[in-house]
Protein backbone atom coordinates (compact mmCIF):
# COMPACT_ATOMS: atom_id res chain seq x y z
CA UNK A 1 0.00 0.00 0.00
CA UNK A 2 1.15 3.33 -0.81
CA UNK A 3 3.24 4.58 2.22
CA UNK A 4 1.46 8.41 2.11
CA UNK A 5 -2.16 9.05 3.25
CA UNK A 6 -4.47 11.57 1.14
CA UNK A 7 -6.68 13.55 3.10
CA UNK A 8 -9.95 15.25 1.92
CA UNK A 9 -9.05 19.40 2.93
CA UNK A 10 -9.83 22.40 1.10
CA UNK A 11 -6.95 23.88 -0.37
CA UNK A 12 -5.08 20.84 -0.41
CA UNK A 13 -1.98 20.42 -3.29
CA UNK A 14 -3.41 18.10 -5.70
CA UNK A 15 -1.21 14.79 -6.25
CA UNK A 16 -1.44 12.27 -8.80
CA UNK A 17 -3.62 8.87 -7.82
CA UNK A 18 -1.80 6.52 -10.63
CA UNK A 19 -2.86 2.85 -10.93
CA UNK A 20 -0.21 1.36 -12.22
CA UNK A 21 1.35 0.49 -8.79
CA UNK A 22 -2.19 -0.66 -7.85
CA UNK A 23 -1.97 -3.10 -10.82
CA UNK A 24 1.46 -4.23 -10.13
CA UNK A 25 0.43 -5.24 -6.71
CA UNK A 26 -3.03 -6.93 -7.82
CA UNK A 27 -0.83 -8.68 -10.30
CA UNK A 28 1.72 -9.68 -8.15
CA UNK A 29 -1.25 -11.71 -5.65
CA UNK A 30 -2.47 -13.35 -8.64
CA UNK A 31 0.84 -14.14 -10.13
CA UNK A 32 1.27 -16.18 -6.71
CA UNK A 33 -2.04 -17.80 -7.15
CA UNK A 34 -1.27 -18.99 -10.63
CA UNK A 35 2.29 -20.69 -9.05
CA UNK A 36 -0.13 -22.57 -6.39
CA UNK A 37 -2.94 -23.76 -8.66
CA UNK A 38 -0.10 -25.07 -11.41
CA UNK A 39 1.67 -26.66 -8.49
CA UNK A 40 -1.16 -28.62 -7.71
CA UNK A 41 -1.90 -29.53 -10.99
CA UNK A 42 -4.37 -26.67 -12.72
CA UNK A 43 -3.45 -24.29 -15.14
CA UNK A 44 -5.71 -21.22 -14.98
CA UNK A 45 -7.34 -21.18 -18.78
CA UNK A 46 -8.24 -17.58 -19.37
CA UNK A 47 -10.58 -17.81 -22.79
CA UNK A 48 -10.89 -14.82 -25.39
CA UNK A 49 -13.83 -14.47 -28.55
CA UNK A 50 -13.28 -11.65 -30.70
CA UNK A 51 -16.08 -11.11 -33.07
CA UNK A 52 -15.10 -9.28 -36.43
CA UNK A 53 -11.98 -7.01 -37.73
CA UNK A 54 -11.93 -4.08 -35.52
CA UNK A 55 -8.37 -3.39 -35.39
CA UNK A 56 -8.59 -1.61 -31.47
CA UNK A 57 -10.64 -4.63 -30.15
CA UNK A 58 -7.84 -7.05 -31.59
CA UNK A 59 -5.34 -5.00 -30.16
CA UNK A 60 -6.59 -5.19 -26.80
CA UNK A 61 -7.19 -9.18 -27.00
CA UNK A 62 -3.56 -9.20 -27.74
CA UNK A 63 -2.82 -7.31 -24.45
CA UNK A 64 -4.77 -9.25 -22.67
CA UNK A 65 -3.19 -12.81 -24.33
CA UNK A 66 -0.03 -10.98 -23.02
CA UNK A 67 -0.50 -10.91 -19.74
CA UNK A 68 -2.35 -13.75 -19.54
CA UNK A 69 1.10 -15.57 -20.81
CA UNK A 70 2.90 -13.59 -18.38
CA UNK A 71 1.41 -14.45 -15.25
CA UNK A 72 1.28 -18.42 -16.76
CA UNK A 73 -2.62 -18.52 -17.35
CA UNK A 74 -3.56 -20.71 -20.90
CA UNK A 75 -5.37 -18.17 -23.24
CA UNK A 76 -7.49 -20.05 -25.53
CA UNK A 77 -8.72 -17.68 -28.10
CA UNK A 78 -11.79 -17.74 -30.72
CA UNK A 79 -12.32 -15.21 -33.54
CA UNK A 80 -15.64 -15.08 -35.60
CA UNK A 81 -16.03 -13.68 -38.64
CA UNK A 82 -18.03 -10.37 -38.65
CA UNK A 83 -20.83 -12.11 -40.36
CA UNK A 84 -21.14 -14.64 -37.55
CA UNK A 85 -24.73 -15.35 -35.95
CA UNK A 86 -26.03 -15.00 -32.61
CA UNK A 87 -26.09 -18.64 -32.86
CA UNK A 88 -22.11 -19.01 -33.96
CA UNK A 89 -21.32 -16.83 -30.90
CA UNK A 90 -24.03 -18.38 -28.19
CA UNK A 91 -22.51 -21.97 -29.84
CA UNK A 92 -19.05 -20.55 -28.79
CA UNK A 93 -19.66 -19.81 -25.32
CA UNK A 94 -21.53 -23.14 -25.08
CA UNK A 95 -18.48 -24.82 -25.30
CA UNK A 96 -16.29 -22.67 -23.31
CA UNK A 97 -19.02 -23.10 -20.54
CA UNK A 98 -18.70 -26.90 -21.21
CA UNK A 99 -15.31 -27.36 -20.84
CA UNK A 100 -13.71 -27.90 -17.27
CA UNK A 101 -10.14 -27.11 -18.46
CA UNK A 102 -11.59 -23.06 -19.08
CA UNK A 103 -11.93 -21.13 -15.94
CA UNK A 104 -12.70 -17.97 -17.36
CA UNK A 105 -14.07 -16.53 -20.40
CA UNK A 106 -13.91 -12.91 -21.67
CA UNK A 107 -16.24 -11.58 -24.85
CA UNK A 108 -14.41 -8.50 -26.23
CA UNK A 109 -16.82 -5.92 -26.50
CA UNK A 110 -18.48 -4.39 -29.30
CA UNK A 111 -19.73 -7.30 -31.01
CA UNK A 112 -20.94 -6.26 -35.06
CA UNK A 113 -24.04 -4.19 -34.63
CA UNK A 114 -26.18 -6.95 -35.47
CA UNK A 115 -25.50 -9.19 -32.63
CA UNK A 116 -27.27 -8.67 -29.27
CA UNK A 117 -24.23 -8.66 -26.57
CA UNK A 118 -26.30 -8.47 -23.87
CA UNK A 119 -27.88 -11.87 -24.81
CA UNK A 120 -24.99 -13.41 -25.41
CA UNK A 121 -23.21 -12.56 -21.96
CA UNK A 122 -26.53 -14.01 -20.56
CA UNK A 123 -26.05 -17.63 -21.93
CA UNK A 124 -22.15 -17.44 -20.44
CA UNK A 125 -21.71 -19.37 -16.98
CA UNK A 126 -21.70 -16.91 -14.71
CA UNK A 127 -19.42 -18.59 -13.04
CA UNK A 128 -16.83 -18.13 -15.59
CA UNK A 129 -17.72 -14.26 -16.30
CA UNK A 130 -14.53 -12.38 -15.50
CA UNK A 131 -16.27 -8.65 -16.54
CA UNK A 132 -18.50 -9.58 -13.61
CA UNK A 133 -21.14 -8.05 -15.84
CA UNK A 134 -23.38 -11.38 -15.82
CA UNK A 135 -27.14 -10.58 -14.53
CA UNK A 136 -26.41 -13.05 -12.26
CA UNK A 137 -23.24 -11.44 -10.98
CA UNK A 138 -24.86 -8.03 -10.97
CA UNK A 139 -27.33 -9.68 -8.34
CA UNK A 140 -25.03 -10.93 -6.17
CA UNK A 141 -23.03 -7.22 -6.05
CA UNK A 142 -26.83 -5.46 -5.13
CA UNK A 143 -26.98 -8.55 -2.40
CA UNK A 144 -23.72 -8.69 -1.21
CA UNK A 145 -23.07 -12.14 -2.55
CA UNK A 146 -19.35 -13.81 -3.23
CA UNK A 147 -18.72 -13.30 -7.17
CA UNK A 148 -16.80 -11.88 -9.72
CA UNK A 149 -16.96 -7.42 -9.32
CA UNK A 150 -16.93 -5.33 -12.19
CA UNK A 151 -13.78 -4.88 -13.24
CA UNK A 152 -13.52 -0.99 -13.59
CA UNK A 153 -15.55 -0.45 -10.33
CA UNK A 154 -13.27 -3.25 -8.62
CA UNK A 155 -10.27 -1.52 -9.60
CA UNK A 156 -11.72 2.58 -8.27
CA UNK A 157 -11.97 0.83 -4.76
CA UNK A 158 -8.51 -0.81 -5.15
CA UNK A 159 -7.06 2.36 -6.24
CA UNK A 160 -8.55 4.75 -3.75
CA UNK A 161 -7.29 1.92 -0.82
CA UNK A 162 -3.82 1.38 -2.12
CA UNK A 163 -3.74 5.23 -1.93
CA UNK A 164 -5.25 5.36 1.49
CA UNK A 165 -8.10 7.95 0.33
CA UNK A 166 -10.35 7.82 3.26
CA UNK A 167 -13.57 6.41 2.03
CA UNK A 168 -15.66 5.06 5.02
CA UNK A 169 -18.17 7.95 5.99
CA UNK A 170 -17.04 10.12 3.53
CA UNK A 171 -19.37 11.92 0.72
CA UNK A 172 -19.08 9.68 -2.51
CA UNK A 173 -20.75 11.48 -5.62
CA UNK A 174 -20.57 9.60 -8.61
CA UNK A 175 -21.65 11.27 -12.14
CA UNK A 176 -22.80 8.58 -14.58
CA UNK A 177 -25.54 6.18 -14.22
CA UNK A 178 -23.99 3.30 -16.86
CA UNK A 179 -24.41 -0.52 -15.95
CA UNK A 180 -20.47 -1.11 -16.19
CA UNK A 181 -19.82 1.55 -13.92
CA UNK A 182 -21.76 4.33 -11.93
CA UNK A 183 -24.37 1.94 -10.98
CA UNK A 184 -22.49 -1.54 -9.62
CA UNK A 185 -19.55 1.32 -7.57
CA UNK A 186 -22.89 3.08 -6.24
CA UNK A 187 -23.40 -0.01 -4.71
CA UNK A 188 -19.65 -1.23 -4.39
CA UNK A 189 -18.74 1.60 -2.30
CA UNK A 190 -22.05 1.32 -0.04
CA UNK A 191 -21.31 -2.03 1.32
CA UNK A 192 -19.82 -2.37 4.89
CA UNK A 193 -16.35 -2.94 4.24
CA UNK A 194 -13.52 -0.45 5.56
CA UNK A 195 -12.41 0.63 1.97
CA UNK A 196 -16.14 1.52 1.34
CA UNK A 197 -19.24 2.12 3.53
CA UNK A 198 -19.56 5.75 2.13
CA UNK A 199 -22.48 7.83 1.85
CA UNK A 200 -22.95 7.62 -2.39
CA UNK A 201 -24.96 9.87 -4.61
CA UNK A 202 -25.55 8.84 -7.93
CA UNK A 203 -26.22 11.90 -10.74
CA UNK A 204 -26.20 12.05 -14.29
CA UNK A 205 -26.37 14.76 -17.32
CA UNK A 206 -30.17 14.05 -16.96
CA UNK A 207 -30.28 16.27 -13.69
CA UNK A 208 -30.48 20.34 -15.26
CA UNK A 209 -28.50 20.74 -11.90
CA UNK A 210 -25.75 18.46 -11.61
CA UNK A 211 -22.98 20.47 -10.61
CA UNK A 212 -24.82 21.09 -7.59
CA UNK A 213 -24.36 17.59 -6.36
CA UNK A 214 -20.21 16.99 -7.75
CA UNK A 215 -19.10 20.28 -5.80
CA UNK A 216 -20.11 18.92 -2.35
CA UNK A 217 -18.31 15.48 -2.71
CA UNK A 218 -15.65 14.32 -0.95
CA UNK A 219 -15.02 12.07 -3.54
CA UNK A 220 -15.85 12.60 -7.02
CA UNK A 221 -16.12 9.91 -9.76
CA UNK A 222 -16.47 10.62 -13.20
CA UNK A 223 -18.37 8.01 -14.93
CA UNK A 224 -20.46 9.52 -17.72
CA UNK A 225 -18.29 9.16 -20.64
CA UNK A 226 -18.24 12.25 -21.48
CA UNK A 227 -15.10 14.39 -22.60
CA UNK A 228 -14.09 17.14 -20.26
CA UNK A 229 -17.83 17.63 -18.53
CA UNK A 230 -15.86 17.91 -15.29
CA UNK A 231 -14.12 21.45 -15.11
CA UNK A 232 -12.70 22.41 -12.00
CA UNK A 233 -16.06 25.37 -11.02
CA UNK A 234 -17.44 21.83 -10.42
CA UNK A 235 -14.92 20.25 -8.10
CA UNK A 236 -15.05 20.87 -4.08
CA UNK A 237 -11.30 22.42 -3.44
CA UNK A 238 -9.23 19.96 -1.89
CA UNK A 239 -11.24 16.96 -2.80
CA UNK A 240 -10.32 13.51 -4.49
CA UNK A 241 -11.17 13.67 -8.32
CA UNK A 242 -11.16 10.06 -9.91
CA UNK A 243 -11.54 9.66 -13.88
CA UNK A 244 -13.20 6.74 -14.81
CA UNK A 245 -15.07 7.27 -18.00
CA UNK A 246 -13.51 8.13 -21.42
CA UNK A 247 -14.55 7.79 -24.93
CA UNK A 248 -12.33 7.20 -27.83
CA UNK A 249 -11.62 8.98 -31.07
CA UNK A 250 -9.84 6.71 -32.89
CA UNK A 251 -7.21 5.73 -31.05
CA UNK A 252 -6.86 9.09 -28.57
CA UNK A 253 -8.15 8.76 -25.31
CA UNK A 254 -10.75 11.27 -24.23
CA UNK A 255 -11.29 11.49 -20.13
CA UNK A 256 -14.87 13.20 -18.74
CA UNK A 257 -12.38 14.63 -16.21
CA UNK A 258 -11.00 18.22 -17.66
CA UNK A 259 -6.89 17.91 -16.70
CA UNK A 260 -7.27 21.64 -15.37
CA UNK A 261 -9.24 20.29 -12.18
CA UNK A 262 -5.86 19.46 -10.68
CA UNK A 263 -5.34 23.01 -9.64
CA UNK A 264 -8.81 22.84 -7.30
CA UNK A 265 -8.60 18.66 -6.35
CA UNK A 266 -6.34 17.44 -3.64
CA UNK A 267 -5.91 14.55 -5.21
CA UNK A 268 -6.66 12.94 -9.07
CA UNK A 269 -5.95 10.04 -10.78
CA UNK A 270 -3.53 11.47 -14.17
CA UNK A 271 -5.12 11.05 -17.50
CA UNK A 272 -3.47 8.33 -18.71
CA UNK A 273 -2.35 5.28 -16.40
CA UNK A 274 -5.29 6.25 -13.86
CA UNK A 275 -8.27 3.65 -13.30
CA UNK A 276 -7.13 1.51 -16.74
CA UNK A 277 -4.51 -0.75 -15.59
CA UNK A 278 -6.35 -1.45 -12.64
CA UNK A 279 -9.66 -2.24 -14.42
CA UNK A 280 -7.17 -5.01 -16.75
CA UNK A 281 -5.62 -5.95 -12.90
CA UNK A 282 -9.12 -6.79 -11.67
CA UNK A 283 -9.84 -8.76 -14.70
CA UNK A 284 -7.27 -11.45 -13.95
CA UNK A 285 -8.08 -11.11 -10.31
CA UNK A 286 -11.52 -12.56 -11.57
CA UNK A 287 -10.26 -15.28 -13.51
CA UNK A 288 -7.76 -16.65 -10.79
CA UNK A 289 -10.57 -16.72 -8.47
CA UNK A 290 -12.51 -18.45 -10.58
CA UNK A 291 -10.07 -21.12 -11.10
CA UNK A 292 -9.77 -20.97 -7.53
CA UNK A 293 -13.47 -21.53 -7.22
CA UNK A 294 -14.56 -24.25 -10.29
CA UNK A 295 -11.06 -26.28 -9.48
CA UNK A 296 -11.29 -26.56 -5.79
CA UNK A 297 -7.98 -25.54 -5.15
CA UNK A 298 -7.26 -23.20 -2.15
Given at each position: ?????????????????????????????????????????????????????????????????????????ASPHVRLPASASQADLGAVLADFNADS?????????????????????????????????????????????????????????????????????????????????????????????????????????????????????????????????????????????????????????????????????????????????????????????????LSGVG
Amino acid sequence: MSSSSVSVTSGATARLLPGGPVADQVLAGVAASVAELRAAGVTPALATVLVGDDDASAGYIRIKQRQAAELGFASPHVRLPASASQADLGAVLADFNADSGVHGVLVQHPVPGHLDYDRALAGLDPDKDVDGMHPVNMGRLALGLPGPLPCTPAGIEALLAFHRVPVSGREVVILGRGATLGRPLAMLLAQKRPTANAAVTVVHTGVADWPRFTRRAEILVAAAGVPGIVRPEHVRPGAVVVGGGVRYEGRRLLPDVDESCAEVAGAITPRVGGVGPTTVAMLFRNAVEAARRLSGVG
